[in-house]
């Protein structure tokens, strides 16, 4: 006995009653007052039932990849594949372009003040924790900062606190 969806409705029992197939549910549902259906009520609806037809799986067709371009980007993500390195350079150059649009448009906010990596940043907390990423002993000049930053985070949380 398969379910259906419609369990308990006009369209359930005709689905039951077209598939010669008992449904306690659906018997108790028409027992409750619903209209009577028999077989013969329904063989105009019967009659006009088409058959399902089972669906084909096509072959997928792959198209040959426009490498370098935004495209094929999204090509060889689509079927799974490593992304070659001309068309990662174009999807990584079609952001950039997104990105300095955007915040020509004062959208997006302009870009940080970081050092690039690799430039050691010495005298504060940022310091110290590229030390510590580094598996480096903490310098003096990083020590001193780190605390005096952290301090000046503390007075402030008590100054709020007591306000």
């Known amino acids: 006995m398969s379910s259906y969806q419609w369990c308990g409705t006009q369209a359930g029992v005709d689905a039951h009653i077209r598939d010669g197939e008992n449904c306690s549910y659906c018997k108790d549902w028409v027992k409750r007052g619903s209209p009577v259906i028999t077989p013969e009520s329904l063989a105009p609806k019967v ?21 370098g371009t935004l495209p094929g980007y999204r090509q060889h993500r689509k079927y799974g594949e490593p992304v070659c390195d001309p068309c990662r350079e174009a999807f990584n150059a079609d952001k950039r372009a997104w990105r ?64």
């Open 47 to 67: 009659a006009k039932v088409k058959p399902v037809k089972a669906k084909v799986k096509r072959a997928r067709v792959v198209k040959e990849r426009e490498h």
């Open 100 to 163: 300095e649009k955007k915040r020509a448009n004062g959208e997006l906010p302009p870009v940080a003040c970081f050092p690039p990596r690799g430039v050691r940043v010495h005298g504060n907390r940022r310091g110290a924790q590229q030390h510590r990423r580094n598996n480096e002993p903490v310098c003096d000049e990083c020590k001193v900062g780190e605390r005096a930053e952290l301090n000046a985070s503390r007075a402030q949380k008590r100054a709020e606190a007591s306000q």
